[in-house]
């Protein structure tokens, strides 16, 4: 069964580095989106994107993110400058139709955990 | 804005029937999703209404009523792997949103013997 694959799954950095988060979707899946959960929290949606642009963006992504689909696979969440409240799991998740369409599904990856120190 | 209520925590016995609560307030509201979560992993589809009713999936049951913003999810018959966060979801197409989906912060479930 097709699935969404993201790496790495653990990242640690120091505070003020970057780090870049991979995302490979399902490959016929047109929609690709990042979402978020600090520890203990509801998940969050960070970025739309389709058709190699983004598509909707909430307040939490700000100028110290940015995304990219590099080739035909990849998704790429890149965070500058990270902070200790960065600290969060992060999930890539994609759909053949905005918002998983009839089906209503999003799948996603297993997710990324990034520790920022 | 968008509000998604939902209890924090739930306890169930093994074998019994529960129903987690959620309601909400948006709006172009575009649809209401249950995910599966356990510890660690990623969030898993479980059910989609968009229209007022009962869909039933196996021991999943979902009930969705517009004009009240609300929607309950129903575990029959459970077993101990159902002990996991369930969240509720709203997807909206409030101002040409595409229909991402907005969570709630999950009700926890603990299934015991």
């Known amino acids: 069964e097709p699935e969404v694959t993201q790496t790495p799954s653990h990242q640690v950095t120091q505070m003020g580095q970057e780090v870049i988060l991979r995302c490979v979707p399902i490959?016929?899946?047109?929609?690709f989106y990042w979402y978020r959960q600090i520890l203990g929290q509801k998940v969050e949606f960070l970025v739309s994107?389709?058709?190699?642009?983004?598509?909707?963006k909430s307040e939490i992504f700000d100028d110290q993110f940015s995304v990219e689909r590099p080739d035909g696979s990849n998704f790429t969440l890149k965070i500058r400058s990270t902070k200790l409240e960065d600290s969060a799991m992060y999930f890539c998740?994609?759909?053949?139709?905005?918002?998983?369409?009839?089906?209503?599904?999003?799948?996603f990856g297993e997710g990324s955990r990034l520790t920022v120190l | 804005g968008q509000n998604i209520d939902q209890p924090t925590e739930m306890t169930a016995t093994e074998g019994a029937i529960v129903q987690i609560n959620c309601t909400y307030q948006t709006s172009g509201f575009n649809g209401l999703f249950w995910y599966q979560q356990h510890a660690g992993e990623a969030p898993t589809f479980l059910s989609y209404n968009v229209l007022d009713g009962l869909e039933e999936k196996g021991r999943f049951s979902s009930f969705l009523s517009r004009s009240k913003g609300y929607s309950y999810l129903l575990l029959k018959e459970l077993q101990m792997k159902d002990s996991a966060s369930y969240l509720c979801a709203v997807r909206s197409n409030y101002g040409g949103s595409q229909g991402n989906l907005i969570f709630g912060k999950g009700t926890k479930l603990s299934v015991k013997p």
């Open positions: 490959s016929n899946h047109l929609y």
């Open positions: 998740a994609s759909t053949r139709e905005a918002g998983g369409g009839n089906t209503g599904e999003l799948f």
């Open positions: 994107f389709y058709n190699n642009e983004i598509s909707e």
